[in-house]
């Protein structure tokens, strides 16, 4: 099974969206901010990692950022999951290289889409 990092700072959000990757199918670790997903990484480069925004300590830009200046992580696809829907938020995190940016709260059918487009595309099943 894939392995989901999903880094989220609203416990409520994390749990929620945790549990239903995992009904679907999918293993998934958490972390509550950038530092710690970071941390997180390092220990079980995911297949794939879903991140917040704005978040406290370090946000989802600046871990992406972070994450490309790694050799061995900045192959990671990340997706942003964020209620930050400024288009020019959303121009920044693509042009930073996310693999998607998909803004909340939406149906979980749009997050699930965005992750088996980025599965399918890298060959993970």
């Known amino acids: 099974m894939p392995l989901i990092l999903l880094i989220e700072d609203n416990f409520t959000i994390l749990e929620n969206t945790a549990e239903l990757l995992e009904f679907e199918g999918y293993t998934v670790n958490t972390a509550i901010n950038g530092n710690k997903g ?62 998607d940016y998909v803004v909340k709260p939406c149906e979980i059918t749009d997050l699930l889409v965005s992750i088996r487009k980025c599965f399918k595309r890298r060959k993970i099943s």
């Open 38 to 99: 970071f941390q997180k990484a390092t220990e079980v480069r995911p297949d794939l990692i879903i991140c917040d925004v704005l978040m406290p300590e370090m946000g989802g830009f600046e871990l992406l950022a972070k994450l490309g200046s790694h050799s061995h992580l900045k192959t990671i696809p990340l997706i942003f999951y964020s209620a930050n829907s400024e288009k020019n938020d959303i121009k920044i995190g693509m042009n930073l290289g996310a693999y």
